[in-house]
Nanobody, 116 residues
Framework: QVQLVESGGGLVQAGGSLTLSCTVS????????MRWYRQAPGKQRELVAV???????NYADSVKGRFTISRDSAKDTVNLQMNSLKPDDTAVYYC??????????WGQGTQVTVSS
């Protein structure tokens, strides 16, 4: 059984910062790509950032230069540092990871609210 536990969401003013974390636990052979998605009310879920096992990163255009994804392979954790937050960043943020022999897993989501 694999579990993804997210933390770090909350309420912040525009221009502020938050860091999200997602820790993977359970029967894990190897974690490959790790991602953060978000879903705003009334909108489709969108990919925010991805980091490969080798450390390659890619970001949605809307967050480039403001968000940084990182991973700690020893702790099976992926983080999302979010700076210069905007009201448009308000969404539920989901962790998503590819686990060898276990498939793709999702976290439960954490709410990020940015007030203007």
């Amino acid at each position: 059984q694999v579990q993804l536990v997210e933390s770090g969401g909350g309420l912040v003013q525009a221009g502020g910062s938050l860091t999200l974390s997602c820790t993977v636990s359970g029967s894990i052979f190897r974690i490959n790509d790790m991602r953060w998605y978000r879903q705003a009310p009334g909108k489709q879920r969108e990919l925010v950032a991805v980091i490969t096992r080798g450390g390659y990163t890619n970001y949605a255009d809307s967050v480039k230069g403001r968000f940084t994804i990182s991973r700690d392979s020893a702790k099976d954790t992926v983080n999302l540092q979010m700076n210069s937050l905007k009201p448009d960043d308000t969404a539920v943020y989901y962790c998503n990871v590819d686990i060898l022999y276990a498939g793709t897993k999702w976290g439960q989501g954490t709410q990020v609210t940015v007030s203007s």
